[in-house]
């Protein structure tokens, strides 16, 4: 089955940049994704990647793609106090989603 | 986008009890699915909630534990019978949703989060 791996946990300081590192085993994996969970809430797509593209830029975030490495990193400039959140890595390469273990980013003054 | 709504959107239930979990969607989509999120822990596929016809189960997850419902192209209900303490997490409806010259993704509902005591 597929495997989605992502370190825990992630501190950084308010104004600076943030990377989240995320890698996969699925080598048939078509679309990346990632998403952010705030405290007590569900899900909400950030933003997303084919597997045939090396970044995405929107706004604050910036995706990048190593397939032959099957790494993905979304970094997020000029980070804010409301980017804390866990944030999860998912691969598909159909319908199904797998889902990392999510990163918990705290943001520090 | 898709906007999908969950209810309850919490709830403490008794052991050995059962509660449904009703999930709306305000659009029509081809699939829909139930996910699980125990305490700490990341998201589990529990099902395929097929419209018509049965669920799609994923391995460690049986019907008579977890029946579902999927009456139309927009509702769907995931039933968590005869309830445990393990059962405690938050389950989460999602949809996979084609936007119009996009791409196709997955949206989430807002989860209903489950204490069993």
């Known amino acids: 089955g597929e495997d989605v791996e992502q370190s825990l946990f992630l501190s950084v300081r308010e104004g600076d940049s943030s990377v989240i590192n995320c890698t996969y085993t699925?080598?048939?994996?078509?679309?990346l994704y990632w998403y952010k969970q705030e405290p007590g809430a569900g899900l909400q797509l950030l933003t997303y990647?084919?597997?045939?593209?090396d970044m995405k830029q929107d706004q604050r975030l910036t995706v990048l793609l190593n397939k032959k490495d099957k790494h993905l990193s979304l970094r997020i400039a000029d980070t804010q106090t409301g980017d804390s959140a866990i944030y999860f890595c998912?691969?598909?390469?159909?319908?199904?989603?797998?889902f990392g273990a999510g990163t918990t980013v705290t943001v520090r003054a | 986008s898709a906007v999908i709504s969950q209810k309850p959107s919490r709830d403490i239930c008794q052991r050995g009890t059962s509660l449904t979990i009703q999930c709306q969607v305000d659009?029509?989509?081809?699939?829909m699915f139930w996910y699980r999120q125990q305490p700490g822990q990341s998201l589990t596929l529990i099902a395929t909630?097929?419209?018509?016809?049965?669920?799609?189960?994923e391995s460690g997850f049986v019907i008579d534990k977890f029946p579902i419902s999927r009456p139309n192209l927009t509702f769907s209900t995931l039933t968590v019978s005869n309830m445990s303490p393990e059962d405690s997490s938050i389950y989460l409806c999602?949809?996979?949703?084609?936007?119009?010259?996009?791409?196709?993704?997955?949206?989430f509902g807002p989860g209903t989060r489950l204490t069993v005591l």
């Open positions: 999602s949809v996979f949703y084609r936007e119009e010259f996009s791409f196709n993704t997955q949206y």
């Open positions: 699925d080598s048939s994996s078509t679309y």
């Open positions: 990647i084919f597997s045939n593209m």
């Open positions: 998912a691969e598909s390469n159909d319908y199904k989603l797998s």
């Open positions: 659009s029509q989509v081809t699939m």
């Open positions: 909630a097929n419209q018509g016809s049965e669920a799609t189960y």
